[in-house]
């Protein structure tokens, strides 16, 4: 964006005054503080990257995505790549709603799930139709837009909340709705198994255009890579064009916009389908990846997931979320060996303690008496209470071995373990509200009964629990550190 | 007509009603003050339920209790409303304290986040299987017949406890002083602190109530169904919200009565409409969309100048 008209220097304040002024909005005052937002190493990197052109951008995400399949097995392809890609793709279609336009809907996987058993009746052995793909995508993607529309429908009285509440049930009514339309009657067909219920329609085609299969992985890949392209070119031309601008106008103040004579219904309403096509057509790309459309992949899991990921990146940040997608993605599959998931868990503690305790000295302190703190109880605890140092850390390696020296793994832990996992949880809520020095001393024992808790309990259920529980405390820890998101814009409500 | 059929599924639809009327009420008097929808309400519902086990189990569980099984049940719901109080004034100065100021659909993420947290939580620490009240062994099999209305005790006690609370809740928020503050906080927040109130000591005891409420909405629940388990909060939040929404959100009498209607169309639709049984959540669905396309404010809202 630098080759635009230079703009002309800001005038700089007369007195040196920071605050707001008189005749000048306290947001616009502010306007060179939040682009001097960017810290440390950070800085020239962010700098480099909002220097760079949008072709720049977008050819630097695209050499390394083409490149990874030529590079690695195909298993990994299938693992990392495509449900990357295809979570971008959902993460996208949910920026233009939530993003762009600053409707909350919380119904949107429903759209995803309706492409995708859209595509499955048109293209299975379940109604023995085979649409080819250039023929079914059109319609998933116009049939997905009408649904929207129509969810939208009532819902453009509705602000916020209720909004969110109404898609909320959308959703789970779609859910509730394939589960079971396998099963009832139907206003003039009768009965008839529209859905497969909870066996889902199994054996969907693979995609074909014009008698040409995609059914290889790498094949899908690159499909999917070429629609991502398209829909970051749409989104970017989108997001200047006369409606987007219109959309972050009402984002920004829904009566200012209507003030302002934008048809705040029919902007509304247009993001809605527009986010349900987006939605549809990677449903349709996703059944036949999946090749069954499953009732249960549709739930309130996925719409989490894709939430967390358009968080991660920012509302309104079009690279952000592709960032956000491969993070999500990545990181639960990787946090499937224990062999991986302790070093992520140690470096995110690690770099959440260097980022918030300053100075350095103090930081020094508490990991050194973290290490400390740890020996000193393994040692009581070998000399009075030998069952609580029997056990052994999983896994094995140095770190491993460091850990039974230094950390207490008792026989039969389960049920301390669980008592102790609720004692922390109130230990994280209390200890930052205590005064500064009694916060730095509390933390030491604090981080010991993490860690604790992680290696007895929470390790073991990397998979399933613990997974989602990270995922919790991250939004929740995003949400109070930059609400914005990593790489969105920020925005102030005028209240 | 079929006048059995009618009253028994009276009967089941005001016991529904009943619990969701204690949850939604929490989500209504957050609402009102915060202008929070507190996605996590739900799961601080499905802890209750869960203290409430805990409580019983500690006491000896359903068959072994050495004292009398009145005042294991008071304890229980003790227990569970103090627990489930306690960890809602938790989530408030956790998560949602600091984000006052952000914009707003930050604190609706991180309620999404918190109810993640504490559904997962609860499955790492509970375990996936469900949790049996055994309410059958424990207060007894006795059901009251009056002509062709059964009702059994758990629903007589879910009912009475139910009114009892909704009572009381209203007399403390009409009378006493912190009732007052509460009103005026929700009236105008920044007016109210400029009076000398304390508005997040009132945040804060708002929290309280609401989750307490739930809490022993939790203890019915178990009470009732019998069985417990980590994911039951979600659906049935989402159902008193409705409840709160349908009876005017912000609004405290709104939300009994929103209860009540939403626990008894869901109680009619299972035994009238098609496919009741298999789509009553449908229904309650419809019937939330209907009152909004018809009075947005719901029955008891008072319709408000928008702004942003």
């Known amino acids: 964006?630098?080759?635009?008209?230079?703009?002309?220097?800001?005038?700089?304040?007369?007195?040196?005054?920071?605050?707001?002024q008189i005749g000048r909005d306290e947001w616009v005052a502010r306007v060179e503080g939040r682009r001097e937002g960017y810290h440390g190493i950070m800085r020239p990197i962010r700098e480099a990257w909002d220097r760079l052109p949008r072709a720049g951008k977008l050819t630097a995400l695209i050499i390394p995505a083409a490149i990874f399949p030529l590079i690695t097995a195909e298993g990994n392809v299938f693992r990392y790549g495509l449900f990357t890609m295809v979570y971008a793709l959902l993460a996208l279609g949910l920026n233009m709603v939530v993003g762009f336009a600053g409707l909350l809907d919380l119904g949107y996987v429903a759209f995803f799930g309706f492409g995708a058993y859209t595509y499955a009746i048109l293209a299975s052995p379940h109604y023995n139709l085979h649409w080819q793909a250039e023929a079914a995508l059109p319609v998933v993607v116009v049939v997905c837009a009408l649904v929207g529309f129509l969810v939208g429908l009532p819902s453009r009285r509705l602000i916020g909340d209720y909004l969110a509440i109404m898609t909320l049930f959308f959703g789970q009514a779609f859910v509730l709705f394939v589960n079971n339309a396998n099963r009832i009657k139907f206003p003039f067909v009768g009965y008839t198994d529209l859905t497969g219920g909870s066996n889902g329609l199994p054996n969907v085609?693979?995609?074909?255009?014009?008698?040409?299969?995609?059914?290889?992985?790498?094949?899908?890949?690159?499909?999917?890579?070429i629609a991502i392209v398209l829909v970051i070119v749409m989104l970017y031309m989108i997001r200047d064009s006369r409606t987007g601008r219109a959309w972050r106008a009402l984002r920004e103040d829904p009566l200012a916009a209507e003030a302002m004579s934008m048809p705040v219904n029919r902007l509304r309403l247009l993001a809605f389908s527009s986010g349900a096509a987006v939605a549809g057509f990677t449903g349709a790309i996703y059944v036949t990846i999946a090749t069954a459309a499953l009732p249960g992949d549709y739930d309130v899991g996925l719409l989490i997931l894709i939430y967390a990921i358009m968080i991660l990146g920012g509302f309104g940040s079009i690279t952000g979320i592709v960032f956000g997608a491969i993070v999500v993605t990545s990181v639960p599959e990787l946090l499937r060996s224990t062999a991986n998931a302790r070093p992520i868990f140690y470096g995110v503690i690690l770099i959440a303690l260097v980022m918030t305790i300053r100075p350095w000295k103090r930081l020094a302190a508490v990991l050194g008496g973290l290490i400390a703190f740890g020996f000193v109880v393994h040692a009581i605890a070998s000399a009075w209470y030998p069952r609580l140092v029997e056990g052994k850390a999983q896994g094995s390696g140095w770190f491993a071995d460091f850990l039974n020296h230094w950390m207490l793994f008792p026989t039969h832990v389960t049920t301390m373990a669980q008592v102790l996992y609720i004692f922390m949880v109130a230990a994280i809520v209390i200890v930052p509200q205590l005064p500064r020095l009694w916060r730095t001393i509390l933390l030491v024992p604090l981080l010991y009964l993490v860690i604790f808790v992680w290696e007895n309990l929470m390790i073991e259920q990397i998979t399933g629990a613990t997974k989602l529980i990270l995922l919790g405390a991250m939004l929740v820890a995003l949400m109070i550190a930059r609400p914005q998101g990593l790489a969105g814009e920020a925005y102030v409500e005028i209240v | 007509m079929d006048w059995s059929l009618f009253l028994n599924l009276t009967v089941s639809g005001l016991t529904l009603g009943a619990m969701y009327a204690l949850i939604a009420l929490g989500y209504s008097m957050v609402y009102g003050i915060l202008k929070l929808l507190n996605f996590a309400h739900g799961d601080v519902f499905m802890v209750g339920a869960y203290i409430g086990w805990f409580v019983l189990h500690g006491l000896g569980g359903p068959l072994g209790t050495d004292i009398a099984p009145d005042l294991v049940l008071l304890l229980m719901f003790v227990g569970a409303m103090l627990g489930c109080g306690v960890l809602g004034v938790g989530i408030e100065r956790f998560a949602y304290r600091p984000l006052r100021k952000a914009p707003r659909i930050a604190p609706l993420i991180s309620a999404l986040g918190v109810s993640i947290f504490l559904q997962n939580s609860a499955l790492l620490i509970f375990g996936a299987a469900f949790r049996d009240y055994d309410t059958y062994h424990f207060v007894g099999v006795k059901t009251f017949q009056v002509g062709n209305l059964f009702i059994s005790g758990p629903e007589l006690l879910t009912i009475g406890a139910a009114i009892g609370l909704m009572i009381a809740l209203t007399l403390f928020v009409d009378r006493s002083r912190t009732g007052k503050a509460m009103r005026s906080t929700s009236y105008d927040r920044e007016a109210a602190s400029m009076m000398g109130i304390d508005v997040d000591r009132v945040i804060a005891i708002t929290f309280f109530i609401g989750s307490a409420l739930a809490g022993a909405a939790g203890v019915m629940w178990g009470l009732?169904?019998?069985?417990?388990?980590?994911?039951?909060?979600?659906?049935?939040?989402?159902?008193?919200?409705?409840?709160?929404?349908?009876?005017?959100?912000?609004?405290?009498?709104?939300?009994?009565?929103?209860?009540?209607?939403?626990?008894?169309?869901?109680?009619?639709?299972?035994?009238?409409?098609?496919?009741?049984?298999?789509?009553?959540?449908?229904?309650?669905?419809?019937?939330?969309?209907?009152?909004i396309l018809i009075k947005p404010s719901g029955l008891f809202g008072q319709a408000a100048i928008t702004k942003a």
């Open chain 1, 1 to 20: 964006m630098t080759d635009g008209p230079v703009n002309p220097e800001p005038p700089t304040p007369p007195d040196g005054q920071d605050g707001p």
């Open chain 1, 205 to 225: 085609d693979p995609l074909n255009f014009f008698g040409y299969k995609l059914g290889d992985t790498r094949q899908q890949y690159y499909l999917l890579l």
């Open chain 2, 224 to 291: 009732v169904f019998g069985q417990i388990y980590n994911y039951m909060g979600f659906i049935v939040g989402l159902k008193a919200f409705t409840a709160a929404v349908v009876g005017g959100i912000g609004s405290i009498p709104g939300a009994m009565v929103g209860g009540f209607i939403v626990g008894l169309a869901e109680a009619y639709s299972t035994g009238y409409l098609p496919q009741g049984s298999i789509f009553a959540n449908l229904y309650v669905f419809a019937l939330l969309i209907l009152v």
